[in-house]
């Protein structure tokens, strides 16, 4: 994503989310000004987990244990009792990925439906996923504190209902409505933790961490990325039911190239620790839009990119790049060495002269705002489609206080990129045209 937005101010207008829905309008990077009115719908906690769908959850879910340094740590699956579908959580940190497939082909019996501990999973529409999708991201789940509440609270401002309340147990409750495409927004609320408590969801049985751990250090899920074909409706729908407040924005003339382009918005909960950019194509543009490459192969909106944070991504890096050729991610390729001779100029006051060596040698971008640093690097797409990629960061700066006194670090710090865009637009442009050439040779061969 783009750069953060010029700081905060208190004379900006606030951009409520009732203002989003009326009078959404696309002023760009250099007009927005941003403004927090803190007026979610429902208290918002968090990230809680990330469900793909797929074909084949065990040999998918063990790419991502082993690229990114996740463990297994809980399972329902026919081991478990769990005859309908192969649930595999995997977990670094508070970053949670669930990958979920399918058993059967067709549905259970009532009797066996039971046993399965996410009541909105369905065979048929996970079928369907799959073959219109491929591997995706199914459903972002955030933290509640009500997860019946957050629910009537979504649809009453405008929200299309995927998947009514219900009961997990043992003080876990869950809901769904629709985000965009066939994502959804999974609300999740549970007591907090205790020793008799389910480390994930009640139904899941846990699974001991390895020992030695293979982790490469990642943290946390910091923001999920969208892809829609109009940003417009998107944004007005999410921020009515939602209360999100837009946190930056970004036009084609703010990070495009003179090939292609898109234009983003970044929604925010309160805390602004839940944040969702939504990008939609540039048309008219040499090239078409990357954007609209991955609406063309995901068969319409989709989750584009997850950005992981780690608190080292020169050790992080380092550890998934060692794996890369031997099952794990590629990444995209580096900037050219002129891109770390300016970085000097821009964040040599930051950086130390080692750090900027690292970043180099291991083609990590940089870029920075008013506030923080932010360091960057983008995996190759993660599946058969150009479609679905990671992005591994770590923000620098931006440490505040809270009331107690502990100190956090402030959602965004460093922005989302804006300066590297036209770098990571170039590699992906470079990769479809390889891609294209490749298909056209084939064509000529038939």
Known sequence: MGQATPAETESAVPASAASIEKDFKLVGYSNFLRFNPRNDRFPVLGFHHIEFWCGDAINTAGR???????HLAARSDLSTGNPIHS??????ASLQFLFSAPITSSDPPLSSQSQSPLPSFSLKACHRFTKVHGLGVRAIAIRVSDAFSAFQLSVSHGARPAFPPADLGLGFSL???ELYGDVVLRFISHPNPSPDSPSFLPGFEDVPAPSPSFECGIRRLDHAVGNVDDLASAVKYIAAF????????????DIGTTESGLNSVVLANNEETVLIPINEPVHGTKRRSQIQTYLDHNGG????????????VFQTLREMKARS????FEFMPPPPPTYYVNLRRRAGDVLTEEQIKQSEDLGILVDRDDQGILLQIFTRPVGDRPTLFLEIIQRIGCIMKDEEGKEYQKGGCGGFGKGNFSEL???IEDYEKALDAKQQITAAQA
Do not use: Y
């Open 64 to 70: 991502f244990s082993f690229g990114l340094g996740m």
């Open 87 to 92: 649930s595999l959580l995997l977990r670094s």
């Open 175 to 177: 809901s769904e409505v």
């Open 242 to 253: 939602t209360g999100f407040h837009e946190f930056a924005e970004f036009t084609a003339e």
């Open 301 to 312: 909106a989709g989750v584009q990119h997850l950005a992981l944070a780690t608190d080292d």
């Open 325 to 328: 050729t031997a099952g794990g």
């Open 425 to 427: 637009f170039k590699s």
